[in-house]
């Protein structure tokens, strides 16, 4: 939370709370990431705003982003754009709904920028989660230091790899398998369904890379996943869970047939493609 101050409206409070958690996840994940080169992820403030740059991966939208953009700053938006310039990337405006306006919508608009993608944010009291039904046939396993190749193994088949190089599971494995982020298997049969994982930073928990082999979709994979991180984070005295969802997806759905409720709806405005 060092990065935020704290608002005295409660909404408001829960949009830096899920912020400053999920720029958390960003961080950890570059430094797991499954790439052939460690990605240097740079956290860069001007003003209120804070930008993600990495150099290495000028295509990543989701690496380089601009964070607590609003209209306060629209003076530094030449700043801004010139900064990722010099490493020849366009950013993505991660805009939460406080911070979105009319005008900040034309300077970016003006810039070439358009909205691409809404995610909804939702959060979760992990002691008042309802009970939800069992899947008989789903098999959930924990990754460990024993399956955890087998599990990176997975994640390449998920990303349409063979497998990952010896030297880079070597490397990156024993991130898969922590106290503070921990990850999971689905099974139906013999067969490997579907992966999650569960960050968490204190008493807060975020669920994270959810994924559901598309043969065995419609089986309940993901709610199964979803309870199981639930189990989880109460039996750890986790007090808060959140994730991250498309807007009006199924695993929205899921997420909110869980118990999970939204908290707001964030835009993300990218470069527009040229034709």
Known sequence: MDNFKTSPNPVLTEVERITALEMALTQFNAQRA???????????????????LEAGSPGSSYYNRV??????????????????????ISPCFDLTPDKQSGEL?????????????????????VDQAPEMKEESEIRLVPVTGKNVEEYLGLIARSNGEATFDRDLMDRKNGYFYRSDFMNWTAWIGEEP???????????????????TFPEFRGHGCQ??????RIRTAKAMGIKKMYADVEFGSISHNNMLRAGFSTVFVNSFWMKKSKV
Do not use: W
């Open 105 to 125: 919508a034309e300077a970016l608009s003006e810039q070439g920028y358009v909205p691409r993608l809404q995610l909804a944010f939702v959060t979760l009291e």
């Open 223 to 228: 709610s199964a996943l979803i309870r199981q």
């Open 67 to 88: 964070i607590g953009f609003g209209p306060d700053e629209l003076d530094r938006l030449p700043e801004i754009l010139d900064l990722y310039a010099e490493h020849r």
């Open 34 to 52: 499954l790439s052939p080169k460690d990605k240097k992820l740079e956290m860069i403030k001007i003003g209120t705003t804070t930008l993600l």
């Open 193 to 211: 369904a579907g992966m999650c994982s569960l960050f968490i930073r204190g008493e807060e928990g975020y669920a994270a890379n959810d994924y």
